[in-house]
Structures are given as C-alpha cells and as structure tokens.
C-alpha cells in the first residue's frame, strides 16, 4: 500500500488523537527505519524508548517467533515459565522482591498507586491516601496516572480527576518536605524527567527525598518506565542515584517492542496486592514475557550498560564541540539526552530533520530528545547527529 492510501484510511477510520508525520514505516533494521518509498532513516527515537535492541534483532525475533509457535497464552490462571523467569531476573536485577505484570506503563503506575494506597490502608487506617508527585512529571493516560501527571494542560476536559494528588517543583527539597504531611502514603518520581524535557533529579533531592520518604514510612515510587531497562547506562536510574525505592514501574524499553509494563516492590510491599487485588488478562502473555526475557538477556550485561553510558558521554562531547548557539544545553544520561534549542521550536526541527532521514523526538516546550536503540552503533550515532548539526547550522548563519 503506498503512503497516499494508507494516510487515506487512517484519516477516515483512525481516531485522529496523534499529530502524526507524513510518513509511514514499513521495516526496520538495527538502528534503520525504512519507509513507504523505501527511504532509510537513522532513528534517534527507537518508538518512543520501545525498541531498546532496534529492530529485527535476531535474538529477540528468535525468542518471541519460538514462544509464539510453542504457546502465545494461557491467561494467569495458570503458570507459565517465560513470567516466572522474567520476574525472577527483573526483581534481581532491581534488587526487589516481588514483581506484577501489565501492558503499559500507566498501567504499572495504576497498579503502583492502588499497591500504595493499601499499604497505608492496613497500616495506618483511613485518610492516609495522598500521592505527591513532581511538577513537569509524565504518568501515563489513565485516569489516576494522568492525575499524577504533574503538567496542568493534562488536567482538563476528563472531570471529576482521581482525588489525592499532591504537586511539587522537582529538586526543591524545602517544597518536598512541607508536602510530606500526614496524609501521604507515597512519593512517585522519575530519575529523569522524560516527556517533561528530560530533566534528571539531582544528587542531593533524591537523598533527601529517600530519607524523608524513610523516615515517615512514606513509600517511594520510581516510574522508570522512560528511564528504566538500561537506558541511561544502569538498569534503572535509582541505581545510577545508589538509593532503594520502595516501588518500581517500567515499560517501553523492557519488552524490545512488544507491550510490557512492570510493578517491582521490595520485601516490605511484598505481599500488599494479595490474591484477588489486582490482575490483568494480558498481562506478563508468555510471548512478551519471551521478548523481555531477551531483552534482558543483552542490557543485563555489565559491559552492555557501560557502553551506553559512553554512548551518551560520547554525543554529549559531540554536540557540545559544534557550539551553536542554537544550543542552549544537552541534559540527561546514557541514551536518554535532551538538547535544549536557544529560541527554536523543537518540533519544527524534529519535522525538518526528519526529511533529511533522521528520526529525533522532542520533550518539554524546548528540547529535542534523543532515545536511539542501545544497540546503535558509533557510526549510526556519527552520521545522526551529522544530520542534525547541517539542520541547526542553518539557523545560526
Ligand atoms: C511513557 C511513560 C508512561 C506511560 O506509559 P504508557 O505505556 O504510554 O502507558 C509513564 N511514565 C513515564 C515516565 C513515561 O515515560
């Protein structure tokens, strides 16, 4: 189907909810998109943080075509081997405990805030049920994870909101704590703010935010379903910070491109969303459980996350030698970068570069984002970033 027919259909059947480009893909390979007219373009984007081992990666094809043949699902009435060793290793390597499967990462911060609202429930009765959450933060669509999405313009059209959500600036350790009153039950943040402008915490916050979260047996929530599974160079960013959540979601990157979100919780939630509590048809299917699996099998790999690490620190070093005054800052870690524009509209540049065959996303009102496959390689990275610098260059001469 050429590209004028497929536009067609969706514009008369799609939902139109998405301000798509004006292209659409029909394969991919490692780092490469192609599409309609048979077009290569380096992706910078990876769906969104999804495709954490690009595509068509002969590891991950193998494991989810094998589980597919052998059994696609059995509903979690049953045990399946795929979910009990994804939880086993995931928790592992999260050093958590216990681990609940979903589809998406609302979906895992859905269940996150039910898990905390319970835990405070059994052990300190009714009222305790607020939820602070950070100014700028992005949650999900749901109804509770979009209350907890810290941007005002999420907030209209879909009243009544969930009630007992409370909202601070991030890394303001005086606001955060004159918000730990006595009816909070749980804190949830993103080590890096993703849609937000990919905005990391800082040191210092998160240490105060894990101390007093501690100290008043408040439970500390990371949605790392951006940040997590490797992308910013440690399989999660509260590692990357050396504090201990009590919580954590994930998401995109976990199933390499199938749809997967996680609840982790350590020994103290362990047992607070007991038989009955909580549940999901779909959830933790033995074929996405399958691509997981292979997905951890790569960025479990010590060598594997410092080489997104460097990654990282090596297109940082990059953009910052161009010194474009289009450029205000490149923020974030690993794979995970933001460019901050001086005056442009990062949007306008995501549509231009993208006719030059480079898929780059864009986060906040003012910066371009960059969540290539872990998997890509120097070159791919070299020529990327080379598409953006002659697009930028343009503005500044
Ligand atoms: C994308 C995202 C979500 C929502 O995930 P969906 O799979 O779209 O529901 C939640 N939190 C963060 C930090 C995200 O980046």
Request: aromatic letters at 8%; a negative charge.
């Amino acid at each position: 189907m050429d590209f004028a027919k497929i536009k067609e259909l969706d514009a008369e059947s799609g939902m139109q909810n998405y301000g798509r480009n004006d292209v659409a893909f029909v394969s991919g390979k490692g780092p490469f998109l192609y599409d309609t007219e048979g077009k290569e373009y380096i992706d910078f984007g990876s769906g969104i943080g999804v495709v954490s081992l690009g595509y068509g990666n002969p590891h991950w094809v193998d494991a989810v075509s094998r589980q597919a043949a052998t059994l696609s699902h059995v509903s979690n009435l049953f045990y399946t081997e795929p979910y009990a060793v994804l939880a086993s290793r995931l928790t592992k390597l999260a050093g958590m405990k216990a681990a609940f499967f979903g589809n998406s990462g609302a979906e895992a911060n859905e269940g996150a805030i039910k898990l905390a609202r319970k835990y405070s429930f059994e052990k300190y009765g009714k009222g305790r049920h607020t939820i602070v959450t950070l100014l700028q933060s992005f949650h999900g669509r749901t109804m509770a994870a979009l209350t907890a999405t810290g941007q005002p313009s999420y907030h209209d059209y879909f009243f009544p909101f969930v009630e007992g959500f409370r909202y601070v600036p991030a890394n303001d350790s005086d606001e955060l704590k004159a918000a730990l009153t006595d009816d909070v039950c749980a804190v949830m943040v993103e080590g890096i703010q993703g849609e937000g402008g990919v905005i990391p915490l800082s040191q210092t916050y998160v240490d105060e935010l894990a101390r007093l979260t501690s100290q008043k047996d408040i439970l500390l929530i990371f949605d790392e379903v951006q940040t997590g599974n490797g992308r910013t160079g440690t399989m999660f960013s509260y590692q990357g910070f050396s504090v201990e959540p009590d919580v954590v979601t994930t998401a995109k990157g976990l199933g390499g491109g199938l749809p997967i979100g996680a609840i982790l919780v350590n020994e103290k939630c362990k047992n607070v969303l007991s038989q009955g509590m909580h549940g999901s048809t779909f959830g933790g299917n033995p074929i996405v459980c399958a691509g997981a699996n292979a997905v951890l099998d790569v960025v479990s790999q010590p060598e594997f996350l410092a080489g997104v690490a460097q990654k990282g620190d090596r297109i940082k070093e990059i953009i910052l030698g161009w010194q474009l005054p289009a450029i205000k800052e490149v923020r974030g870690k690993g794979l995970m970068l933001g460019i901050v524009l001086d005056g442009l509209s990062p949007k306008k540049v995501a549509a231009d570069v993208l006719k030059r065959g480079l898929v780059i996303l864009t986060a906040g009102s003012d910066a371009l984002r960059l969540l290539p496959p872990l998997t890509i390689g120097k070159e791919e990275i070299e020529k990327g970033l080379e598409i953006l610098r002659c697009q930028l260059t343009l503005f500044t001469q």
